[in-house]
């Protein structure tokens, strides 16, 4: 199903009963009551574990806030966990116990048992001083050297704790930082000059886990240099803690053990490509049919791929160094070759001869078939009253001219028809729209003159080519002809850093058929329809910047960042130039007019992970639109609107703004436009957390608007962005329930308003007249969104 949206304002029910309210009070309370039966249940001589306590007894030199954070991260760290309980009732327990036995898997027993029963932890001395003995070595680890733990069990009404005394010691700090070896060969100078980017740096903690990822480094980075064969436990870390003030020097050694083989930099002698040969191992009557390209020898039995992808996926040659950078970027790019292979394999081989120093390399591909079609129906409810259903159907050819090139083209036929509102008075508005759309993208640049190098580039880059056609009738008033076509380049910079630029997009919309109706609204306020009437071709420019950071897994902390502008009439102003111009007033091209204008958007996200299971994520978005020339304001295809479910939720889609601007006049005039500007700010907060693996939930604020960049006869001097934006600012409030199986997130979110910018300026918050018994109220201020999908 289609990323398809329902919105719409929902009545909740009636209030509880006094008799309702008191059976789920004699529930709760027997519940609880009975949970002294649960220890009654449990095996002979066994008590149930309900927890540890943990004791810190801790150095003067030791903070306060250093203690704190030493004991919580104990607390997480103890196990057992203990049984699900509420209110100190392990309610999973009793569900365990509530039916007996089972006397069967397959039983309703056994059923309700495994779905919401838990079985009981049982409390176990032999833990207590296991849990005990991995403390002091985690305090060890951490750099609090000779601190150590003790615990005991004890047991009151078969009911188990365990408590922990933490004798904690001042914790180490890193004094120097050394990389020795008396190895003078290439080896031993890329060994010493690791040190150079040490992720330990003087005056830190001692981390036990930190020295082991610095060990992981230390070999990556060797690795990239071409030294194969070496592997991280080569490594020696000597720590000296007997110094004095609690400071410890570390020392990076070659143990000297290690073999020649390790310390070899390693050359490619032959690159193997087995293209449709899945995990079979190379022979001689294979090396035999293997053809020669570029270096890369290519065993394609049914020729199904042409060699140049191969050379530009892969970036080692013959006679090239070995290096892990370029083995992990030619697998990327062999895996997302635009989803042609179903396998990817990677080896390396020694080359059989005493003394030797080269490689062998073999790629094992599984080919995925190419072809394929996919039908999707999907239904739609909108909350201006309008239903409907649309069918597409998709035509894929994965390798469309054996060069792993994409193609798609896909047809859409769709019908929308109004219930109640407008049409209990102008008759029902029905849309149709049909669509006929293809995108090819080709896995390289097709610009004369410029190549690639496959060594470096992190990814193949893209030239997306796509060609449109969308025929809309809209209820009997007006058609609309939409023909577009764009070429975009799109290449990875590094593993965080995307570029895309679309030298040239063009759309050309054409109306007609125009209805009586249509035409009497047309002469009440044409300038609310021009952009309808007014044929237009839009020749534009654009480029895209994307920063995604490589996080740490555990890091925190998560950022992005995606910024874009586009530039639309130069090209055609310069070719309207060239050609003739009859009307002095207004330049066209080609005899159709054309908008100028300047587009600059921005979006920030952060997200800060709270704990295990619950996240902050934040969005801003900024977007600014300069019209100029032949144009008074944007596009509306291109001006910005709020509201809706990935937006402002309190606010069904389009109908905030612009600035303080609320909808009014006819009816049809209501229900043709949404109300949409120049200038859009937006901020989305939202409060995510996970209940289990499958359940999650929410608390948000969406805050924004949309204004018009210059004063103008349809919105009126309120929609203008001035100085005084913030007071126009939209704010809505809720909470959400999402559903997420992996493939799926299915998103409900139940929002309303704090402050409408189209009221009165002194009674814009709106919050004070919360009122959930009110029908009323509910149904204009409960905004319920159900879409697939995070908002952000």
Avoid at 242 to 253: D, G, I, M, P, T
Avoid at 636 to 648: E, R
Wanted: glycine share 8%.
């Amino acid at each position: 199903m289609n990323n398809q949206t329902f919105t719409y304002s929902s009545t909740f029910g009636k209030k509880l009963s006094l008799q309702k309210i008191l059976s789920l009070l004699f529930l709760c309370t027997a519940l609880f009551i009975s949970g002294c039966s649960v220890t009654k249940k449990l095996p002979a001589g066994e008590s149930l574990y309900v927890g540890a306590n943990i004791k810190m007894q801790a150095d003067s030199a030791v903070n306060k806030k250093e203690i704190a954070t030493v004991k919580t991260q104990l607390e997480a760290f103890v196990k057992p966990k203990p049984n699900s309980a509420i209110l100190g009732f392990p309610y999973k327990v009793w569900f365990y116990y509530l039916f007996g036995e089972p006397k069967s898997e397959s039983g309703f027993k056994s059923f309700f048992r495994k779905r919401f029963g838990e079985p009981p932890v049982l409390a176990s001395k032999s833990v207590i001083g296991a849990n005990a003995k991995q403390i002091g070595l985690l305090l060890n680890n951490q750099g609090y050297f000779r601190s150590s733990a003790s615990g005991v069990l004890t047991e009151k009404k078969r009911k188990a704790t365990a408590n922990y005394t933490i004798n904690l010691h001042e914790r180490y700090i890193i004094d120097t930082i050394k990389f020795s070896t008396k190895d003078t060969s290439a080896f031993g100078k890329a060994f010493v000059a690791a040190q150079a980017r040490s992720l330990i740096k003087k005056g830190t903690p001692y981390q036990f886990d930190l020295i082991s990822a610095e060990r992981e480094r230390i070999d990556n980075l060797l690795k990239r240099r071409g030294f194969y064969y070496f592997r991280p436990d080569f490594i020696i870390i000597k720590a000296d803690s007997s110094l004095a003030n609690h400071k410890v020097n570390l020392s990076f050694e070659v143990k000297p053990s290690t073999s020649q083989v390790a310390k070899k930099m390693y050359f490619i002698r032959d690159v193997h490509v087995l293209a449709d040969y899945g995990e079979s191992a190379v022979n001689d009557s294979i090396k035999d049919l293997e053809s020669n390209y570029k270096g890369i020898k290519i065993f394609d039995r049914t020729g199904s791929f042409r060699p140049k992808i191969f050379a530009d996926a892969i970036g080692f040659r013959r006679g090239g160094k070995y290096g892990s950078a370029i083995q992990d970027v030619s697998l990327s790019r062999l895996i997302n070759l635009n989803g042609n292979f179903k396998f990817v394999k990677n080896t390396f081989e020694l080359v059989p001869r005493s003394d030797s120093a080269l490689l062998d390399v073999f790629y094992f591909l599984t080919p995925l078939k190419a072809k394929s079609v996919v039908a999707d129906l999907n239904a739609t409810t909108k909350s201006n009253n309008y239903t409907g259903s649309n069918i597409s159907i998709s035509w894929l050819n994965k390798n469309a001219f054996k060069g792993a090139e994409l193609l798609k083209i896909t047809a859409n036929a769709g019908l929308e028809f109004q219930v109640g509102g407008a049409s209990s008075t102008l008759g029902a508005l029905n849309t149709t729209r049909f669509s006929i759309e293809s995108n090819l993208s080709l896995p390289r640049f097709t610009i004369p003159f410029v190549t690639i190098n496959p060594a470096k580039n992190q990814a193949l880059p893209k030239t997306n080519i796509n060609i449109g056609y969308e025929q809309l009738k809209r209820g009997g008033l007006y058609n609309l002809t939409s023909l577009r076509t764009s070429l975009t380049y799109a290449w990875k910079q590094n593993a965080s850093i995307e570029h895309s630029v679309t030298p040239l997009l063009v759309n050309l919309v054409k109306a007609s058929n125009f209805s009586e109706d249509f035409a009497l609204e047309y002469f009440r306020n044409p300038i609310l329809y021009e952009e309808i009437l007014d044929n237009k071709i839009i020749m534009s420019t654009a480029y895209t910047f994307s920063y995604m950071p490589q996080n740490k897994a555990s890091s925190r902390h998560n950022f992005s960042f995606t910024g874009g502008v586009e530039v639309a009439g130069n090209l055609a102003s310069l070719l309207a130039k060239l050609g003739s111009n009859n009307d002095a007033s207004v330049s066209t091209v080609f005899g159709v007019t054309y908008p100028q204008y300047a587009r600059f958007d921005a979006d920030f996200r952060y997200g800060y992970r709270l704990t295990q299971n619950l996240r902050l994520a934040n969005r801003f978005l900024v977007g600014y639109g300069l019209p100029y020339g032949n144009s008074y304001f944007l596009p509306t295809v291109k001006q910005y609107v709020a509201g809706g479910n990935n937006s402002i939720r309190a606010f069904p889609a389009r109908t905030i703004g612009p600035g303080s601007y609320l909808r009014t006049g006819s009816l049809l005039e209501q229900t043709i436009g949404g109300q949409s500007g120049d200038i859009k700010l937006e901020f989305n907060s939202e409060l995510r957390a996970k209940f289990n693996q499958y359940i999650h939930g929410a608390i948000f604020v969406d805050a924004g608007n949309v204004w018009m960049q210059k004063d103008e006869d349809i919105y009126g001097a309120d929609a203008v962005f001035t100085k005084d934006f913030y007071k126009q600012v939209a704010i809505g409030t809720g909470i959400g329930l999402r559903f997420d199986f992996s493939y799926l997130v299915l998103r409900f979110d139940l929002a309303t308003p704090v402050r409408k910018p189209y009221l009165p300026e002194n009674e814009r918050w709106v919050l004070k007249d919360f009122n959930l018994g009110n029908p009323e109220w509910r149904k204009e201020n409960l905004v319920l969104n159900i879409a697939i999908g995070y908002p952000f």
